[in-house]
Every structure is written in C-alpha cells, then in structure tokens.
C-alpha cells in the first residue's frame, strides 16, 4: 500500500513564503491523479490543485498566481510551493493520490499564516 507523507509546514508571516513536500513510498506515476487539499478549522476540506498524471493542473481561483505545483518522479515527491501567503491561507494542507484501487491521503501538515 503507497503511502503519502507531508512536510514543510510552519509559522510564516503575511507576505511569506513556504513549499510542501509530499513523499510518496512508491512510484508517483501509479496515480491517475494527484493533488493538494486543505481545511481550515471549522470548514471542509477543499481542493487547491489537482493535476492528471500527464495532464495540466487545475488551480482554486483563491490560490491562482500564487501557488505552484510541481513533481520530482525520480524522488517518487510532489511540492507545493506557495507565495504570497495571506491568513486565509491557515490550514492543514494534505497531500492526495487517487489509484484504480482508490484514494490515498498523507496525515496532513499545518500552515498558519500570522503576524
């Protein structure tokens, strides 16, 4: 069973910038489709970039321009590198892969956005 593993949240101030790593125990291309979420407290869990495995990536308009989704296949990762960062910004970010055999998600890593 492939595991996803996320880190690189933190503390960062308004205006400030971080990148997630999410390390995949397997090979990434085993993923139809791979993706970043996030939930804030108090609200659901929503999608920031999906991505096809060889397809173009689909941007929430609240992220567009300032978040960027990339992948390393030969480290089996995926990044999420984010500018820009607002308050609204604070949630835990988990990282997702979806199989033939079903959807896969890493324990979440927390980003807070403040001052």
């Known amino acids: 069973q492939v595991q996803l593993v996320e880190s690189g949240g933190g503390l960062v101030q308004p205006g400030g910038s971080l990148k997630l790593s999410c390390a995949a125990s397997?090979?990434?291309?085993?993923?139809?489709?791979m993706g970043w979420y996030r939930q804030a407290p108090g609200k659901q869990r929503e999608p920031v970039v999906t991505s096809l495995r060889y397809g173009s990536r689909n941007y929430a308009d609240s992220v567009k321009g300032r978040f960027t989704m990339s992948r390393d296949n030969a480290k089996n990762t995926v990044y999420l590198q984010m500018n820009s960062l607002k308050p609204e910004d604070t949630a835990v970010y988990y990282c997702?892969?979806?199989?033939?055999?079903?959807?896969?998600w890493g324990q979440g890593t927390q980003v807070t956005v403040s001052s």
């Open positions: 397997g090979s990434i291309f085993s993923f139809i489709t």
């Open positions: 997702n892969g979806n199989t033939t055999g079903g959807a896969y």
